[in-house]
């Protein structure tokens, strides 16, 4: 397993739509997933997606008490018309948070890490992560969400200039 470089708002690749993988080539997305659970660990992070190290397919990571879960192509099949609204950062957007409003409870589906189909509901900080990783994956950023920056304006157009200066 070796962790992978972060790319950072406002490189493109976090701006892409990635590809879906095939359920029949799900295990050559296994050591992806490693690297990827490693990545996020090493930035203490709750989730993230394949973009976020360079890599346009769907696959994300999410931070569960039994352990860092791997997922292929997830989607919301549906989502509560409760919300609740939270403050979210982002790895790729180091130091900026803002609260984002995000549906309190999701059913998801995807592929498991095995290519195996899963069907299952997710509510709270749970939740919330996985609509913040699947956003990724359309190239959609909390801050393009979020009703109230909470801290970092002045990181944020700092990693804007950087980035625009490359
Ligand atoms: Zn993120």
New binding site residues.
Partial sequence: MAAIPLRYYPAKVLRTVAAPVKASRAAEFRQLFFDMAETMAGANGI?L?AP?VGTLKRVIVVSTSDGPLGLLNPEIADASTRWDSGEEG????PGVFGLVKRAHQVKIKALSIDGEPLDFSASGLFARVLQ??ID?LNGI??IDRMHKLTSGADRLRELWRAGTAL
């Fill in positions: 989730g997606a976020q982002c790895l790729s957007i913040h990783e990724h950023l909390f």
